[in-house]
């Protein structure tokens, strides 16, 4: 598998791509740092950028990019710079259908050194033991693109089961509370059906009680006399 890790960055947006083969065993393919002008305009650096990463994926043809996560600084124009270029990355991957993973910083650290916490410095020297470099990858750009990579590869298969276990999850508890749904609407049904039938009973019970009632009142009348024959006079 390979996976292209991106540091994002306006004046340098590290590239560094590495394949996994064995399991923890990784190997370099190839890294690079673009860079673009400060005193360009913000149009033409993101071009640079997108024009950049486009090769790499058409080139390179990675499984997947990780990607830092733009995560809240002090230096807000700074954030503004790397959220525009992760923006750019992202694009450029989904018009590829390449998959795109998000990793914050400590989270690399953390796969890298042990460390959330570890330096800059510390994650250089991390990834050059791990892929087995003769020197230092520089700018730390470069090194943290790497990192990415590497932090994909370890920690995205499980992150990838995780995420497919959740959502299993999901599936099975949307399920049953449809069941649920329709069970009560069954029984609901049910109710209503008994209810009336009842209705229905109870009214043909009360027309036969007044039926017979009425019949009984008639039958017990007393028979009116007939009229006695008029008397003929002699």
Sequence with gaps: MRVLGVDPGLTRCGLGLVQGGHPRQLALVAVDVVRTGPDEDLGVRLLAVDRAVGDWLDEHRPDAVALERVFSQHNVRTVMGTAQVSGVVLAAAARRGIPVGLHTPSEVKAAVTGSGRAGKEQV????????????????????????????????????????????QASKMQAAQLQAAKTRQTQAAKVQAAK?????????????????????????WQTPRRAPDPPRSST
């Design 195 to 219: 209810v009336q039938a009842a209705k229905v009973q109870a009214a043909r019970a009360g027309t036969g009680a007044t039926t017979g009632a009425r019949a009984g009142a008639v039958g």
């Design 124 to 167: 250089t020297n991390m990834v050059t033991r791990i892929l087995a470099l003769t020197s230092k990858p520089r700018p730390a750009d470069a090194a943290d693109a790497l990192a990415l990579a590497i932090c994909h590869l370890w920690r995205g298969p499980a992150a990838a089961r995780i995420e497919a276990a959740k959502a």
